[in-house]
């Protein structure tokens, strides 16, 4: 496996509107609230730490928590998180983070969004194994539970 | 392969490699055996795999949200 293969998650989408609108989409916390499915509490800025509830139904009681890093109008939007912390009790301010990039390219047709998840090399192997092990039911509820935390935070 | 082995040309020392080798052989990632003298480490491919299932999964995610994105734009 290749640092390339284990450590990062690349999507592409051409979505048929201009530019301005995917960044509004993106950075307008209301309408990013509603694709992505969390009600968030506050803005967007560079270096904000911007918390919210995920709204997908029977996951309310899950907190999303970022902290934003670039925001540049119209072209870069990335954000810092932890997209495994799924445990109740459990500090994760302290684990790395992934960092989740969004870059927009006009072409024709419309805009061009990009969007990677890096740093999943760093969250420890071991780390990752222990969480999911920590039912003592083995990996494949714990693969339940990510499974069930991640299809509502994204 | 062998403590030995896997420090070679790499800037780490003997200890802090064994370190993490224990920690990763406690959460079932690699296993070792004794051969002599030494102790040959080998990787747990069935638990590997099932990290690149969880990264998998997380981009299935990705994807769906990307989705969602994309129909509350064009329609």
Redesign the interface.
């Given at each position: 496996?290749s640092l390339s293969e284990?450590d990062r998650?690349e999507?592409q989408?051409l979505?048929?509107?201009p530019r301005s609108?995917?960044w509004r989409?993106l950075t307008d916390p209301v309408e990013f609230g509603?694709?992505?499915?969390v009600k968030v509490g506050g803005t967007f800025a560079p270096g904000a730490r911007v918390r919210g509830q995920i709204t997908h139904k029977g996951y309310e009681h899950v907190t999303w928590d970022i902290t934003i890093e670039r925001m540049e109008p119209e072209r870069v939007f990335s954000w810092r998180w932890h997209?495994?912390a799924v445990e109740p009790g459990v500090d994760y301010s302290a684990e790395p983070a992934t960092l989740v990039v969004f870059e927009l390219e006009e072409v024709a047709g419309g805009t061009l969004?990009t969007?990677v998840?890096s740093g999943?090399d760093d969250v420890?192997?071991?780390r990752?194994?222990?969480a999911?092990?920590m039912n003592g039911e083995g990996?494949t509820a714990q693969?339940g539970s990510?499974?069930r935390y991640?299809?509502t935070?994204? | 392969m062998s403590i030995v082995r896997l420090t070679e040309g790499a800037r780490v020392t003997r200890q802090s490699v064994t370190k993490h080798l224990h920690?990763?052989a406690?959460?079932?990632?690699v296993r070792s055996t004794r051969v002599g003298r030494d102790h040959i480490w080998e990787i747990e491919p069935r638990?590997?795999g099932?990290?690149?299932?969880?990264?998998d999964?997380?981009?299935g995610?990705?994807?769906?949200?990307?989705?969602?994105?994309?129909?509350?734009?064009?329609d």
């Open positions: 496996m284990t998650i999507r989408i979505l048929r509107v609108r995917v989409a509603t694709w992505f499915g997209p495994y969004l969007v998840e999943f420890s192997l071991a990752r194994a222990q999911y092990r990996w693969m990510i499974e991640v299809a935070a994204a | 920690v990763l406690g959460a079932g990632l638990r590997l099932e990290a690149q299932r969880w990264l999964h997380i981009a995610q990705w994807d769906e949200a990307l989705g969602r994105l994309k129909k509350s734009l064009e």
